[in-house]
């Protein structure tokens, strides 16, 4: 079985900085995708970014130029670097890994930005 593990959540003013990270464990093949999803209150889970194994990645307009998604291969963890945080990002923000068609999530980390 897989499990993820995410750490990195909090409470952060608007304007400032947080870095998730999700460490993967289990049986799961090399080549994969992993990365984030969030969900705010009353709204559908909506992807973050993604990075693939070999790098390529993927990211919502919404954060373009605030977040930056990377992965440590050797370490099977993803992390995820928020800057110029908005109230509008706040929300619970779940690790995905996606492998030979299985998905898998993490049990989400709350981020709360205050204006």
């Known amino acids: 079985q897989v499990q993820l593990v995410e750490s990195g959540g909090g409470l952060v003013q608007a304007g400032g900085s947080l870095r998730l990270s999700c460490a993967a464990s289990?049986?799961?093949?090399?080549?994969?995708?992993m990365g984030w999803y969030r969900q705010a209150p009353g709204k559908e889970r909506e992807l973050v970014a993604v990075v693939t194994s070999g790098g390529n990645t993927n990211a919502a307009d919404s954060v373009k130029g605030r977040f930056t998604i990377s992965r440590d291969n050797a370490k099977t963890t993803v992390y995820l670097e928020m800057n110029s945080l908005r109230p509008e990002d706040t929300a619970v923000y779940y690790c995905?890994?996606?492998?030979?068609?299985?998905?898998?999530w993490g049990q989400g980390t709350q981020v709360t930005v205050s204006s």
């Open positions: 995905y890994l996606k492998s030979l068609g299985n998905i898998f």
């Open positions: 289990g049986r799961f093949f090399s080549g994969n995708v």
